[in-house]
T-cell receptor, first 113, second 115 residues
Framework: DGGITQSPKYLFRKEGQNVTLSCEQNLNHDAMYWYRQDPGQGLRLIYYSQIVNDFQKGDIAEGYSVSREKKESFPLTVTSAQKNPTAFYLC????????????FGPGTRLTVT | RKEVEQDPGPFNVPEGATVAFNCTYS??????FFWYRQDCRKEPKLLMS???SGNEDGRFTAQLNRASQYISLLIRDSKLSDSATYLC????????????????FGKGTKLSVIP
């Protein structure tokens, strides 16, 4: 079955540690995205990538980094510079033809204490 | 003015009721409009696109008024399984060069359908 996988589902880290969230898709989509969702808030775009080896900052990129070495994979690193990292992180992908129809992975809930 | 604003909710309705959600958007250049559904602690899923002429999918009807920058979603004959948060989503500024568009999400309106 085609889809997007994110791992792990729940992640706990101590303050000051970097952490990398995984996102893999087998939909053959060109574009991939990372969003963050806080309670009672809309999704906010962190980074996006429209093609391998290229990515762009979204609205809230500070404290995050990404890489896009393979079409299928778009990992997100939450660095210690991110002031409020505890959130629900969602990865999405879309095709070039229908770039506005984004399909989401199940998300990773990150808790930093 | 917030980019995408929705009814704050929550909406608590009995089974079989008709419920309507409203949404306004600030970017007049927005070209595409959607309703997503998000179950509690799950990922959002595309419910339906919204077209200028209005469109229907079973019990769901979506309408767009570009002049007023207003989108609506009507759910008829509500089912318990309709309980979720409904997100209004619009495309914003285009990404440079590639023809794709950034999605802007509203905060969502929570619907609870009660037996």
């Amino acid at each position: 079955d085609g889809g997007i996988t994110q791992s792990p589902k729940y992640l706990f880290r101590k303050e000051g540690q970097n952490v990398t969230l995984s996102c893999e898709q087998n939909l053959n989509h060109d574009a991939m995205y990372w969003y963050r969702q806080d309670p009672g808030q809309g999704l906010r775009l962190i980074y996006y990538s429209q093609i391998v080896n290229d990515f762009q900052k979204g609205d809230i990129a500070e404290g995050y980094s990404v890489s896009r070495e393979k079409k299928e994979s778009f990992p997100l690193t939450v660095t210690s510079a991110q002031k409020n990292p505890t959130a629900f992180y969602l990865c999405a992908s879309s095709s070039r033809e229908y770039s506005y129809e984004q399909y989401f992975g199940p998300g990773t809930r990150l808790t930093v204490t | 003015r917030k980019e995408v604003e929705q009814d704050p909710g929550p909406f608590n309705v009995p089974e079989g009721a008709t419920v309507a959600f409203n949404c306004t958007y600030s970017n007049s250049a927005s070209q595409s409009f959607f309703w997503y559904r998000q179950d509690c602690r799950k990922e959002p899923k595309l419910l339906m696109s919204v077209y200028s002429s209005g469109n229907e999918d079973g019990r769901f009807t979506a309408q767009l008024n570009r002049a007023s920058q207003y989108i609506s979603l009507l759910i008829r004959d509500s089912k318990l399984s309709d309980s979720a948060t409904y997100l209004c989503v619009v495309t914003g500024n285009p990404y440079s060069g590639a023809g794709s568009y950034q999605l802007t999400f509203g905060k969502g309106t929570k619907l609870s359908v009660i037996p």
